[in-house]
């Protein structure tokens, strides 16, 4: 008989969670396997992805459609309201402390089921779901992003395992809650090499190069933890230096108007500029000259991940996940999280054609083999 299977998540919209989920679903045996998937919010650009196996629940968060219509009014006005009411706390804590009482349990009982995100997606496993085990993904630091840890700690607790998505945030996570030890586990976000090698060779027309001009790109949500902002301050620092460049933002999200401004008032437009959200971000990454991270944190940094498939060179800020992915000078160059260092390393970069050239040899020789080694952890866990 079939195991049955529960994955959460809050949407598939573009995001590291949602690529890795889509990246691990059609690894799954599903002649051993029955998979269930619950989205919070649909309509994401990623459902297309999902293999023909895959279940989709279909769940009104509040019972009726006039009230998960106003559940979902309240969730965005509370996003909106929580920097100035809450600014050190997590959007989706508030949102689960308001209306948890209106999330219906769900009936199947499963043999393993696991929420792939922090936040609602983990909530909701602990006390709206029966399985024999429950799995919680952390895919982000959620002490940076703000999650009250007192408040969450009842959550984990019901929680028979906790996996980090890279080795430093599975360490930050055993320093900080060593509670949480004796459940702790390490599984890499899962990508698959030969889909976006593939999907990298789609035709793209609004990513053009004018002369000589440089090309960086950049892709995340347009959110604090991206710190977009220190990547204009760095733009500005390249075009006080005379540099012929062109960045390009892909992602959408609540700061984008507040990242428009500044690149505005810094007379920017003509350097910077925001593609919005991409079904396809691959493309862009390889006519990139340099793709560059400036987060200010991540819990594993897949877009870097994605970025070293395509052999593409590599700047990126000192956040203390990025150590598990590049070796500084190596196979990409750190820098710290501040504009003149971000410049210099984008220069150092461009200008350096030996050590440019040695960071692509270098990368074209790493192989990425998260699609055997990740899965095969992932069983274990479920079937143990």
Same mark, same amino acid.
Request: glycine letters at 6%.
């Given at each position: 008989?079939?195991?049955?299977?529960?994955?959460?998540?809050?949407?598939?919209?573009?995001? %590291? !969670?949602?690529?890795?989920?889509?990246?691990?679903?059609?690894?799954?045996?599903?002649?051993?396997?029955? /998979?269930?998937?619950?989205?919070?919010?649909? *309509?994401?650009?990623?459902? =297309?992805?999902?293999? =023909?196996?895959?279940?989709?629940?279909?769940?009104?968060?509040? *019972?009726?459609?006039?009230?998960?219509?106003?559940?979902?009014?309240?969730?965005?006005?509370?996003?909106?309201?929580?920097?100035?009411?809450?600014?050190?706390?997590?959007? &989706?804590?508030?949102?689960?402390?308001?209306?948890?009482?209106?999330?219906?349990?769900?009936?199947?009982?499963?043999?393993?089921?696991? &929420?792939?995100?922090? *936040?609602?997606?983990?909530?909701?496993? !602990?006390?709206?779901?029966? &399985?024999?085990? =429950?799995?919680?993904?952390?895919?982000?630091?959620?002490?940076?992003?703000?999650?009250?840890?007192?408040?969450?700690?009842?959550?984990?607790? =019901?929680?028979?395992?906790?996996?980090?998505?890279?080795?430093?945030?599975?360490?930050?996570?055993?320093?900080?809650?060593?509670?949480?030890?004796?459940?702790?586990?390490?599984?890499?976000?899962?990508?698959?090499?030969?889909?976006?090698?593939?999907?990298?060779?789609?035709?793209?027309?609004?990513?053009?190069?004018?002369?000589?001009?440089?090309?960086? /790109?950049?892709? *995340? @949500?347009?959110?604090?933890?991206?710190?977009?902002?220190?990547?204009?301050? !760095?733009?500005?620092?390249?075009?006080? @230096?005379?540099?012929?460049?062109?960045?390009?933002?892909?992602?959408? %999200?609540?700061?984008?108007? !507040?990242?428009?401004?500044?690149?505005?008032?810094?007379?920017?437009?003509?350097?910077?500029?925001?593609?919005?959200?991409?079904?396809?971000?691959?493309?862009?990454? &390889?006519?990139?000259?340099?793709?560059?991270?400036?987060?200010?944190?991540?819990?594993?940094?897949?877009?870097?991940?994605?970025?070293?498939?395509?052999?593409?060179?590599?700047?990126?800020?000192?956040?203390?996940? /990025?150590?598990?992915?590049?070796?500084?000078?190596?196979?990409?160059?750190?820098? %710290?999280?501040?504009?003149?260092?971000?410049?210099? %390393?984008?220069?150092?970069?461009?200008?350096?054609?030996?050590?440019?050239?040695?960071?692509?040899?270098?990368?074209?020789?790493?192989?990425?083999?998260?699609?055997?080694?990740?899965?095969?952890?992932?069983?274990?866990?479920?079937?143990?």
């Amino acid at each position: 008989m079939k195991k049955q299977l529960l994955f959460i998540i809050d949407w598939l919209r573009l995001g %590291g !969670a949602e690529k890795s989920l889509i990246s691990l679903l059609p690894l799954i045996d599903y002649s051993h396997y029955d /998979v269930d998937l619950l989205i919070f919010k649909r *309509g994401g650009i990623y459902e =297309k992805y999902l293999p =023909k196996e895959v279940n989709i629940i279909d769940y009104e968060l509040f *019972g009726s459609s006039m009230a998960g219509t106003i559940g979902n009014f309240v969730f965005d006005a509370l996003l909106s309201l929580k920097f100035k009411l809450y600014p050190k706390r997590h959007g &989706a804590e508030i949102y689960w402390r308001t209306v948890h009482s209106q999330f219906k349990p769900l009936t199947k009982v499963y043999n393993a089921a696991i &929420a792939y995100q922090q *936040g609602t997606p983990t909530f909701f496993l !602990a006390t709206k779901v029966k &399985a024999d085990k =429950k799995l919680a993904w952390v895919n982000a630091d959620i002490f940076k992003a703000g999650y009250d840890m007192n408040y969450c700690k009842s959550f984990y607790e =019901k929680i028979d395992h906790v996996v980090a998505v890279s080795d430093k945030l599975a360490g930050l996570l055993q320093t900080k809650l060593p509670w949480i030890t004796d459940r702790l586990a390490c599984i890499y976000d899962i990508l698959n090499p030969v889909l976006i090698k593939e999907l990298s060779k789609e035709s793209i027309q609004d990513m053009a190069r004018q002369g000589e001009e440089y090309i960086f /790109v950049t892709v *995340g @949500r347009l959110s604090q933890p991206k710190n977009h902002m220190l990547a204009v301050d !760095a733009a500005l620092v390249l075009k006080q @230096r005379g540099l012929s460049f062109k960045w390009y933002f892909i992602g959408g %999200g609540e700061l984008k108007s !507040a990242i428009e401004k500044k690149i505005h008032d810094n007379h920017l437009t003509d350097h910077v500029t925001l593609l919005g959200t991409k079904e396809n971000p691959y493309p862009y990454i &390889a006519n990139a000259d340099v793709y560059i991270q400036s987060s200010s944190f991540e819990g594993f940094g897949l877009t870097i991940a994605e970025a070293k498939i395509l052999h593409k060179p590599i700047v990126s800020t000192n956040f203390d996940v /990025v150590h598990d992915q590049i070796e500084d000078h190596k196979n990409g160059i750190i820098v %710290g999280m501040n504009p003149e260092s971000l410049a210099d %390393g984008i220069i150092e970069l461009i200008n350096g054609e030996s050590l440019r050239q040695s960071i692509i040899n270098n990368l074209e020789h790493e192989k990425n083999t998260t699609m055997e080694t990740e899965i095969s952890k992932l069983y274990q866990l479920i079937d143990n």
